[in-house]
């Protein structure tokens, strides 16, 4: 496992237990470098909505055996901002939460708003279920997941109950109604 990851969920599971930010009380700004990533028309954010974020994540998709086949179980991620500071930490629900802010999201993917990506999870398109909190994640509505990099479970059988992480890249965009 990357031992950044691990060293940024630490860091930010604590953060969010105390509540307490490591630096000022700033929203984090989007990440640049990835402003130019195209998007497929499967997976577009629906009009009438506007970026209020867009980050880097690193981490595991975990899958567990079930039936002789890996079933997707969670994610693990961390986001990062510009600065590769790691602030928002990703799991299973699919939830992603401020470490600077204690706001939080829960998504469901839309019905068919998938992008398949060779070698990688797909891209998805996700409408926010619950809410919490007025900073970051307060007002989003939905959440793209796009660029991924690998994360796709292994190929052939295995054993029942076995579980297995493999490594992620992607990019995560979060909207909200203008």
């Excluded at 970026?51 to 079933?71: F, M, R």
Aim: charged share 15%; with cysteine.
């Amino acid at each position: 496992m990357n031992v950044r990851l691990l060293v940024g969920a630490a860091a930010l599971l604590g953060l969010a237990a105390c509540g307490t930010p490591t630096t000022g009380t700033a929203t984090p700004t989007p990440v640049a470098r990835a402003a130019d990533t195209p998007v497929a028309a499967a997976v577009q954010v629906p009009a009438g909505q506007e970026l209020v974020g867009k980050y880097q994540a690193e981490g595991v998709q975990t899958y567990s055996c079930q039936g002789n086949a890996w079933k997707g179980l969670e994610p693990t991620a961390t986001l990062v901002d510009e600065d590769d500071k790691p602030i928002i930490i990703h799991s299973r629900g699919p939830v992603w939460i401020s470490a600077v802010d204690g706001s939080a999201v829960e998504a469901t993917p839309v019905d068919g708003a998938k992008n398949d990506v060779k070698g990688a999870v797909p891209e998805l398109l996700l409408k926010a279920k619950t809410v919490r909190g007025d900073g970051l994640f307060g007002k989003v509505t939905f959440v793209q997941r796009l660029a991924t990099e690998g994360g796709v479970a292994p190929a052939g059988g295995c054993k029942a109950g076995a579980q297995t992480s493999v490594p992620y890249k992607a990019l995560y965009t979060f909207y909200a109604a203008k």
